[in-house]
């Protein structure tokens, strides 16, 4: 080796020396980039706005301690709109809450369906001890599904859903069985249909998941969640009267939040 050469040789080797470097035996790893936040919107009805959960902001009833509103405070998700109403429907997200989304929108969340068949009647129906008026009205909501009309409307709202925000993961979730398990035959009956309601979201998510297998979308169940947490158990994460009769507590919103974290 030339006398200079080797005087740069030594002089380069002290510098790496006193950095570290050789002790390391390599250069330092650049640090790995941090992945961008999603830009998130939360669609559907008062499950999705938060009713129950209290400090109501607007008359949509969304609440500071509804599932989105938590979701957000989670690193790595940045809420952009929260269009979710109370009383919404199916007509209601595919009308008035798709202005909301893009094609940079890069999560989606979805809480619909309930209304369409009118849960919250049924449910203050079968409360009420009425078999009669129970069984009426889950009839009434039974023909929505067992006549496919209500497949038909989820369908629907969930590709309109992927065509509005084609680069988004949408998460749909289902509802919790508002009463704890019962020997009341009309108890019995009101959890059957919200089981069905739920059964007739995840069926309709996986046709769509089959359609467009590239698309990305999912279904969170929470009924487990909310085990042990009903109507009628010690600690119930859902209001029983009252105004936001049938909807979950601020700790029934958190159990929402985990699940649908949980899948994120």
């Known amino acids: 080796m030339k006398p200079r050469i080797r005087l740069?040789?030594?002089?380069?080797?002290?510098?790496?020396?006193?950095?570290?470097?050789?002790?390391?035996?390599?250069?330092p790893a650049s640090a790995a980039p941090t992945a961008p936040a999603n830009k998130y919107v939360a669609l559907g009805d008062s499950y999705a706005a938060g009713q129950g959960g209290g400090d109501y902001v607007d008359s949509c009833l969304q609440s500071p301690n509804g599932y989105p509103a938590l979701l957000d405070a989670v690193k790595g998700t940045n809420l952009l709109r929260n269009v979710s109403c109370s009383l919404a429907t199916t007509g209601t997200v595919t009308t008035t809450q798709l202005s909301s989304l893009n094609r940079g929108t890069t999560l989606v969340t979805l809480t619909v369906g309930g209304n369409d068949l009118n849960v919250a009647g049924v449910a203050a129906a079968c409360a009420s001890a009425d078999p009669v008026a129970c069984g009426n009205a889950i009839s009434t909501a039974g023909a929505l599904i067992?006549?496919?009309?209500?497949t038909a409307r989820l369908?629907?709202?969930y590709a309109r859903v992927a065509a509005a925000a084609p680069n988004a993961h949408v998460v749909v979730t289902g509802y919790p069985l508002l009463f704890a398990p019962s020997a009341n035959p009309l108890i019995a009956q009101l959890n059957g249909a919200t089981m069905l309601l739920n059964q007739t979201i995840q069926g309709v998510v996986a046709q769509a998941q089959a359609i467009r297998p590239?698309?990305?979308?999912?279904?969170?169940?929470?009924?487990?969640?909310?085990a042990g947490h009903g109507i009628g158990d010690v600690d119930s994460w859902v209001y029983f009267a009252g105004p936001d009769a049938f909807h979950p507590t601020p700790a029934g919103y958190q159990a929402y939040a985990a699940a649908i974290q949980a899948a994120l």
Do not use: C, K, M, R
Not at 12 to 25: F, K, M, R, T, Y
Not at 214 to 226: L, M, P, T, W
């Open 8 to 27: 740069l040789s030594s002089v380069l080797a002290a510098i790496l020396a006193a950095s570290g470097v050789l002790a390391a035996g390599a250069l």
């Open 214 to 226: 590239n698309s990305s979308i999912e279904y969170v169940d929470v009924s487990a969640a909310f």
């Open 146 to 150: 067992y006549s496919g009309e209500l």
């Open 155 to 157: 369908a629907d709202t």
